[in-house]
């Protein structure tokens, strides 16, 4: 900064003020700044400015993957809405593991995160509690951390399950399975009790399958299932990756949907609406969910105050109609 200050025959105040845009200067004094700049091919050093102004205007996002669209989607809108609050993110993975959360969640708070948006592991209690990480922002999407004083930003999951399984109920269904990606999932375990409440008020039975996270293990699921005497007529998918993986085991085995089996799934994704036939989803506006959870730490910042008591909002989900349902004879 001292460099490019006496090239531009300027104080280095006058730099960090164009720089920073915090006080205007004059327009020939600016343009010999940024002259002096590029020919000098000066980068501020951000960590420096950190340590100095104890601001390193950068948040945390904290997922269990990035090759699940629904979580790469949430990444991308907080990243989006950062930018347009002047901060940058930094992006790490949990592989669903509480404490390979916790891990990438210390490391960030050592980087100087000035907060964290997750989306918690499922395996092990969560360990992002206050204790750790008392004088952080911190906001959580999709599932709660127990007990903890976070903001959250969940969907309507298990009337989401219930519009679904009503939807193949109505179509004359009456073996309808549901599958699972895991019976300790936060929301899916919410999936499971619409899907049970909708079958116990239609007077059926319900039938669950859990696990099949893979394509080979769907397959064999499949394959034992419809080996049976009386299997079902109707599958609810508990979620995009469970949906994804039964359509194409149903497909290599050439079981015809929605003549022998309908399908639905719960959470839209890109190319659902352009499989054969289209896919029937629960959707849940992924997008909107970020951006609010987004918001509620921004506004935290703003105030800067943490969560005492955190609030809990709620976002509806919507049934999208499409082909994989049929009427059942």
């Known amino acids: 900064m001292n460099d490019v200050a006496k090239l531009a025959g300027v104080g280095t105040m006058t730099v960090s003020r ?27 050093n951000e960590v420096a400015r950190a340590l100095r102004e104890r601001h390193s205007r950068q948040i945390g996002i904290l997922v269990p993957n990035l090759l699940d669209p629904f979580f790469a989607i949430c990444a991308h809108t907080i ?32 980087r100087q995160v000035e907060g964290l948006i997750v989306i918690p592991a ?4 969560s360990r992002i509690t206050p204790a750790e990480f008392r004088n952080l922002p911190v906001v959580t999407l999709d599932r709660p951390i ?3 004083p976070y903001d959250t930003v969940v969907v309507e999951n298990k009337f989401g399950a219930q519009l679904g399984v009503n939807h193949l109920i109505e179509h004359g269904h009456k073996r309808i399975a549901f599958f699972g990606l895991s019976r300790t999932m936060h929301t899916i375990k919410l999936r499971y009790e619409g899907y049970r409440e909708a079958m116990r008020h239609a007077g059926l039975q319900t039938e669950a399958y859990y696990g099949n996270g893979t394509q080979e293990e769907m397959l064999t699921a499949i394959q034992s299932i419809f080996a049976g005497k009386t299997p079902p007529t109707a599958i609810f998918c508990s979620n995009n990756l469970i949906a994804r993986n039964a359509f194409h085991a149903l497909s ?12 639905v799934g719960f959470d839209d994704f890109e190319t659902a609406n352009i499989l054969n ?22 506004s935290q910042l703003r105030s800067k105050e943490t969560a005492v ?11 999208v109609v499409r082909d994989s349902c049929g009427t059942h004879p």
């Open 309 to 319: 008591q955190g609030k809990t909002t709620v976002l509806p989900v919507e049934l």
């Open 79 to 110: 990243s989006e809405t950062a930018n347009e609050h002047g901060y940058s993110v930094i992006i790490a993975t949990h592989a669903a593991d509480a404490d390979k959360e916790f891990t990438e969640a210390s490391r960030m708070l050592r």
């Open 122 to 125: 499922d395996e092990g209690p």
């Open 18 to 44: 164009v720089l920073s845009g915090s006080v205007r200067v004059s327009e020939e004094t600016a343009k010999r700044v940024h002259e002096a700049i590029a020919k000098l091919n000066y980068r501020p």
């Open 252 to 263: 290599y085995m050439q079981i015809k949907i929605p003549e022998t089996v309908a399908l």
């Open 277 to 298: 036939p289209a896919l029937t989803v629960v959707r849940q506006p992924i997008t909107e969910m970020a951006r609010i959870g987004a918001t509620l730490l921004f």
């Open 146 to 148: 127990e007990g903890s």
